[in-house]
């Protein structure tokens, strides 16, 4: 199936989209302008800066969100006003990238180094009461992370390993037993990820111009294209959570080629995604 474009190229780097009622639709992150983009019923964009960084966001369960800045953390309030927390590292050659949350309402976020060298970032979880704990390391671009509909398993991609990894999750113990979910072909890059709620895992392949849809078991069961390469994240959105929303991006290009990359996608793809886990704190 092919996604139809939903806006002009907008966005620089465009990543993580998610659906959420409390904000009347759906918001993703220029993320190497710093910027929260938001869609509104008539088709147009907004745009808010929160920083150098805006990698990740999520809905607080009390209004506002959470957001991934460039090292650590910060909280929206329903009015807008953000306050960034205290940073959680101090080397500023490292960025956060990727993040969601799980279902005991903490938010969990990965990094990256700028220069994406092996094994320098890290995943990190920010609690409810605003502890932030570093809980898996050796990290090169961590992506993608979500949960299954039940909670109890939890997908996540390294993007330079190629392939997604699956982990059990305890509430006490958190990720644990980490092992490979789908192994893709060698120079595919996994990005952001999605699960629906039959526990479809939707996978968007940067550089790929596609997002596949694994079954449970991980067999391929179905893909949408894109008219352009630079594919990075997918999430379920519209008031039936039955539209997949794309992002792309135009990183690296010049200013005249390929004309749609950095614009909003959407499909419909036959099957309904999960609501939006928020942050509990």
Known sequence: ??????????????????????????????????????LD?????????????????????????????????????????????DPVWDDDSVRMN??????????????????????????????????????????????????????????????ATGRVDVFDYDPAAGLTGRRPF???????R????????????WVALNGSGVVRRYRPDGVLAEVVELPTAQVTACTFGGPGLDQLFITTSREGMAPDEDPVAGSLFRADVGVRGLPVREFAG
């Open 1 to 38: 199936m092919r996604a139809e474009q939903v806006t002009g190229p907008v966005a620089y780097h465009g990543e993580g989209p998610v659906w959420s009622p409390r904000w009347g639709g759906l918001r993703w992150v220029d993320m190497l302008a710093g910027d929260i983009l938001s």
């Open 41 to 85: 019923e008539s088709g147009s964009v907004r745009r808010h800066h929160v920083g150098t960084i805006a990698a990740a966001v999520r809905p607080r369960a009390g209004g506002g969100a959470v957001i991934a800045v460039e090292r650590g953390f910060a909280l929206e309030d329903p009015d807008g006003t953000v306050t960034a927390l």
């Open 98 to 159: 990727e993040g969601g949350c799980d279902p005991d309402g903490r938010f969990w976020c990965g990094s990256m180094a700028y220069d994406k060298r092996a094994g320098a970032a890290a995943l990190y979880r920010l609690d409810p009461d605003g502890s932030a704990h570093r809980v898996l390391d050796g990290v090169t671009i961590s992506n993608g992370l979500d949960w299954s509909p039940d909670g109890s398993i939890a997908y996540y991609d390294d993007t």
């Open 182 to 188: 789908v192994e893709l072909t060698r120079g595919e």
């Open 190 to 201: 996994p990005d952001g990820l999605t699960v629906d709620s039959e526990g479809g895992v």
